[in-house]
């Protein structure tokens, strides 16, 4: 991947479009790219690693922490708060690129921030039904989760264009190509620019 400044990538899609995925293989294919963990107040699934996967706390700790203002953003989803911490941010960007896996609500607090280099990208699949197929197969939620997660969808349609681009994901190598030429031509302006800065 071009050198030069590092970068924060978010991606966002509804679940079960394979953006947990796509951010694994950026991850493997680039060793620059970290992901950002978030905070969370939900419980680790069984195969989750703490400080790894996510940073569990208690609703008290985190309520703590929105006090301090220490989040750069912070949602409450299906009954749980997430939310990436400004110190873990400030301190990773120095050395890496980050990805971050958040929803629409923690977009838009992230674009408040406008000394943050970002690109906001939202994965989607070509159609509901689609979805709703994808989050039966993946089989680790209830059909009452499926349902409320397959709902929030039109939600979530609202906000796209807080995004700077929206890719339908039919195919996981295609997409992951676009994903990636997206973010290098982002990283060449940003070098080029900063040259002509100097």
Known sequence: MHGGEN????????????????T?????????FKISVSHTTRSPRSNEVDGVDYNFVSIKKFEELIKEKKFYEYAKIFENYYGTLKKNVDESIK???????????????LSNFKNL????????TSNKNDLKNRLIKRN???????????????????????????IINENL???FK????????????????????Q
Request: aromatic share 12%.
């Open 140 to 166: 680790q939620n209830s059909l009452e989760e499926i349902e409320k997660r397959f709902n929030a969808f039109d939600e979530d349609i609202k906000h796209w264009n807080d995004y700077d681009y929206i």
């Open 24 to 32: 694994k293989k950026l991850q493997q294919k680039y060793q620059s």
């Open 7 to 22: 970068v924060m990538v978010i991606l966002s899609s509804p679940s079960g479009v394979g953006k947990t995925t796509i």
């Open 178 to 197: 676009q994903i990636e030429s997206i973010i290098n031509n982002f990283k060449r302006k940003i070098s080029n620019f900063s040259q002509i800065i």
């Open 117 to 124: 280099r970002m690109i906001k990208i939202y994965l989607i």
């Open 173 to 175: 190598d295609i997409c």
């Open 95 to 109: 050395k890496n690129d980050l990805l971050f896996d958040i929803d629409w609500q923690g977009t838009k607090q």
